[in-house]
């Protein structure tokens, strides 16, 4: 449809504004623009003033919220190459596998001395076989974390005869070799990145998650495949 030029005359917030009378076909505010009309009612009245404040104003916004942005972004990236920040990012990481490792175990008795323990608990810990501090590469595998009590956690220092006694006992020697040798050889080292990291946290949340909603007793096969099913899943360990 053809737009038809009309007479340069104010309307609206510029009705009061005597335009030049010109037919025009560009306008604002019934105000020619080549005419220069529109930029003299900007300029030379009230209401074209407020109107220019107001458009600077939500220019600026426009640009403030870009550059807030931006700088978030560019937050998120530095404390991505933080080392503080990662470190506690791997430890959340750590905290979330204790959980699957607990919840995997749930109702069970304790992997080292074999108490029963009671549900939902301080007394309740996931128990590294491999301790962190000395094979960091292993935190995050579900085989070298299992149901533990306290006294066996803490003040036992891992009760490592008992890990032995009840890994044989329960799953044979075989399986005991896998996790007190093979692990510790297989996987001396493991490369994740921050970005890593960030995607592992999320994927173990959700399993986490998942596992929570429906606690119940497992076999001791079943701890085992299911914990071979998540590390396969994570994928840290391949």
Same mark, same amino acid.
């Given at each position: =449809?053809?737009? &038809?030029?009309?007479?340069? $005359? ?7 504004? %005597? ?6 076909? *560009? ?18 009245? $009230? ?20 550059? *807030?942005?931006?700088?978030? +972004? ?17 430890? %959340? ?17 304790? =992997? =080292? ?7 939902? %608990? ?9 301790? %962190? ?20 956690? &803490? ?13 044989? &006992?329960?799953?044979? +020697? +075989? $399986?005991?070799?896998?996790? &007190? ?47 071979? +099913? ?9």
């Amino acid at each position: =449809m053809q737009i &038809k030029p009309k007479r340069c $005359k104010g309307t609206g917030k510029a009705i009061n504004f %005597v335009g030049c009378n010109d037919l025009q076909l *560009n306008r604002k505010y019934g105000l020619g623009i080549k005419c220069g009309c529109f930029a003299k009612f900007l300029y030379e009245t $009230k209401e074209g003033s407020e109107i220019i404040e107001k458009n600077t104003l939500r220019a600026k916004n426009n640009i403030d919220r870009k550059n *807030n942005q931006e700088w978030k +972004e560019e937050k998120k990236t530095f404390k991505k190459n933080d080392k503080k920040y990662q470190k506690s990012r791997r430890g %959340v990481l750590q905290d979330l596998i204790n959980e699957i490792a607990r919840f995997i175990d749930f109702d069970n008795t304790c =992997m =080292m001395c074999e108490i029963p323990l009671t549900r939902g %608990v301080d007394e309740i810990h996931g128990c590294h076989y491999h301790s %962190v501090g000395s094979n960091e590469s292993l935190r995050y595998n579900l085989f070298n974390d299992w149901l533990g009590c306290y006294p066996c956690n &803490k003040p036992k220092g891992g009760n490592k005869d008992g890990y032995d006694e009840t890994l044989i &006992k329960h799953y044979g +020697e +075989e $399986k005991w070799e896998y996790i &007190k040798f093979e692990i510790k050889r297989k996987y001396q080292s493991i490369n994740l990145s921050a970005n890593d990291i960030e995607d592992l946290i999320i994927k173990a949340r959700e399993i986490r998650n998942e596992l929570k909603k429906d606690l119940f007793k497992r076999t001791l096969e079943e701890r085992w495949e299911l914990r071979q +099913e998540i590390n396969e899943k994570l994928n840290i360990y391949k």
